[in-house]
């Protein structure tokens, strides 16, 4: 697998936009902003590769910033409707590779994909999705969407379940979830060793669907 480094250019320096770019510089990529809002630029100046002040939606000003060099770009405009759809749309014209999209609507979702973005994302409604999830099983500590109905979820192993081998789960009862394996701190153990003994704050690393692995989940 090549270890090359993709270069970014982020589109809106908001809360949401910020915490993406300064996310992605921290791992080394090259990573520009973009934002009209001189403040939101300056913001980031000492964290990005580059920002520029620039208005998105007039398409010579994205070409004369470099844009279309860019290898992945990620529009954070969300209220504004208008200002995110003529941003995809430039970034269209301009050839960009990949691109992903925030979203604050299902009509606003519908645009998004129609005008070729790769992916469109809901932030709020995502994140809002997940710590439900946490909140309803306090043994789910954390989960991943797969996509098509999958997840893993990171389950803990309860007190109750302290000392007992692995069969004590009881996964077998579930036939469409599997089992990836248990974390024991930075530990990695097989869940294929069925000598294996469960401690209290293990982590078991199930994948399936949601509603097979609430099902079991609760049951623990």
């Known amino acids: 697998m ?3 480094r993709r270069n970014f250019v982020v589109l809106g320096l908001g809360t949401f936009g910020r915490t993406i770019a300064s ?13 009209r809002d001189e403040s939101c630029v300056n913001a980031v100046m000492d964290e990005l590769s580059e920002a520029v002040i620039c208005d998105s939606r007039d398409e010579e000003a994205l070409r004369e910033a470099g844009v279309d060099a860019y ?3 990620i529009v ?3 209220e504004d409707i208008e200002a995110s759809v ?4 430039n970034l269209k014209l301009l050839g960009l590779d990949e691109i992903w999209a925030k979203a604050d609507s299902r009509t606003h979702h519908r645009i998004l994909s129609k005008l070729g973005a790769d ?10 999705q997940h710590i439900a999830q946490m909140l309803h099983n306090p043994l789910v500590r954390d989960y991943l969407s797969l996509g098509n109905g999958y997840h893993i979820v990171d389950l803990s192993v309860p007190e109750k379940l302290h000392g007992e081998r692995l069969e004590a789960l009881n996964i077998e009862k579930h036939e469409k979830l599997r089992c990836l394996g248990i974390m024991r ?4 153990l097989s869940f ?25 989940s609760e049951s623990l």
Do not use: C, W
Not at 119 to 128: F, L, N
Not at 185 to 188: D, E, H, T
């Open 192 to 216: 294929d060793e069925p000598s294996t003994v469960l401690e209290e704050d293990d982590k078991l690393l199930v994948l399936g669907q949601r509603e097979e692995l609430m099902t079991f």
């Open 23 to 35: 996310e992605l510089a921290s791992f080394g990529n090259y990573v520009l902003g973009v934002d």
């Open 185 to 188: 701190g930075s530990k990695y």
């Open 119 to 128: 992916r469109v994302i809901h932030p709020e409604q995502e994140t809002g």
């Open 76 to 78: 954070t405009i969300g």
């Open 86 to 89: 003529l941003t995809t749309m």
């Open 71 to 73: 290898d992945v770009a």
């Open 2 to 4: 090549s270890d090359k």
